[in-house]
């Protein structure tokens, strides 16, 4: 095996030794089989390529100070896979099913689970495909469920640091009533051009707004925004907004920290009444937020002096050192997968 720069991994694909494979076919899981092939040999008219019949989910193994290995709130990944399954027709994968797989492809990749103090982890990332052909638009009759894994380091290459981020307006993630709240890929194209743009002029990713009225704050890339007020956490409430399990965890951790909670349709305007802003999700848990331009209007709205601000940097450290196996764990957010 190469020697791995653990330290100094990017957000992104790395090779890894094994997957795992599962099959449905007219409503009956099989047996979960092991491969070592990065690839899939697929129907060419399968519902995934042509009608987005495609679901995906994000989560991470984390090496504890302790040596061992945790994955976090995996069955909250599980139900929202469920979800998804359900919003687009599609055989959705037991949450024990889910389990067996992740367990078993981590401990197939244990050697590329990321050394602890190094700041990375291993990154899994299970897929649901319609695989079955259709040529009119109707479901598939045949999925296939699949876990691969890769050691990944931080999101944004800034790390903790606060990043700059854009208000868009002429584009939407998803309809009011579309499926911005299910983990399907249609979201993440719609995304693209919006994203690709933002970063050429200088931004780590785009704020999208409720579309239907374009008052409201809704994603914050592929991370969900909150920002802080006073002694309130407060982060928008919307049907196109993913549940991100990290924002539900660092809700929990404010609440047990006292600050209040509101979660509630957040306006534009009040991007200027917050002192912190961040925004959360599975890669970073947190980047913080230093700025937020309104492309279309020109406003800009700041946040701190160029650091993370006390709040956002006590919830990050608290949920790191639970993830690490630093602190104890009261919420029984995270599995050891390997002792
Ligand atoms: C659109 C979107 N919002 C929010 C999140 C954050 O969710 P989580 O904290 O579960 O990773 C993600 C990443 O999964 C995402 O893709």
């Not at 409503?27 to 495609?54: D, F, K, P, R």
């Not at 299910?182 to 194209?189: C, E």
Request: hydrophobic residues 35%.
């Amino acid at each position: 095996m190469q020697d791995i720069e653990w330290g100094s991994l990017p957000f992104g694909y790395f090779k890894t030794e094994y997957n795992v494979r599962c099959y449905n076919r007219f409503g009956e899981w099989g047996e979960v089989e092991v491969s070592s092939s990065e690839y899939i040999n697929i129907h060419m008219a399968a519902t995934c390529l042509h009608y987005g019949q495609e679901a995906f989910e994000g989560m991470k193994v984390f090496r504890g100070v302790d040596g061992k290995a945790r994955v976090f709130r995996w069955e909250e990944n599980a139900k929202r896979m469920q979800r998804s399954a359900e919003g687009i027709l599609m055989a959705e994968v037991p949450s024990e099913l889910f389990y067996e797989m992740i367990e078993k492809v981590v401990k197939m990749n244990e050697k590329f689970i990321p050394p602890y103090g190094t700041g990375s982890a291993l990154y899994l990332r299970p897929l649901l495909l319609g695989t079955g052909p259709q040529v009119g638009v109707k479901p598939a009759e045949e999925y296939m469920f699949m876990v691969f894994v890769g050691p990944v380091g931080p999101y944004f290459k800034e790390g903790f640091q606060p990043v700059r981020m854009q208000i868009v307006r002429d584009y939407d993630r998803c309809a009011p009533l579309g499926t911005g709240h299910i983990k399907v890929g249609g979201n993440y194209a719609a995304s693209l051009k919006p994203a690709a743009r933002a970063k050429e002029e200088g931004f780590a990713s785009v704020i999208f707004l409720e579309a239907k009225e374009k008052k409201y704050i809704d994603e914050a890339g592929p991370a969900n925004f909150f920002g802080i007020k006073g002694n309130k956490y407060i982060t928008p409430d919307s049907h196109s907004i993913l549940p991100s399990i990290t924002n539900m965890s660092l809700r929990t951790l404010a609440e047990d920290m006292g600050l209040e909670v509101e979660k509630r349709h957040v306006l534009v305007e009040e991007l200027g009444e917050f002192e912190e802003a961040g925004a959360c999700g599975t890669a970073a848990i947190i980047s913080p937020i230093r700025e937020i331009f309104d492309r279309e209007t020109g406003e800009t709205f700041t946040y701190g002096d160029g650091e993370a601000g006390p709040v956002t940097t006590k919830l990050y450290n608290k949920l790191r050192a639970i993830q690490y196996g630093e602190e104890p764990d009261p919420y029984g957010w995270t599995k050891i997968i390997i002792e």
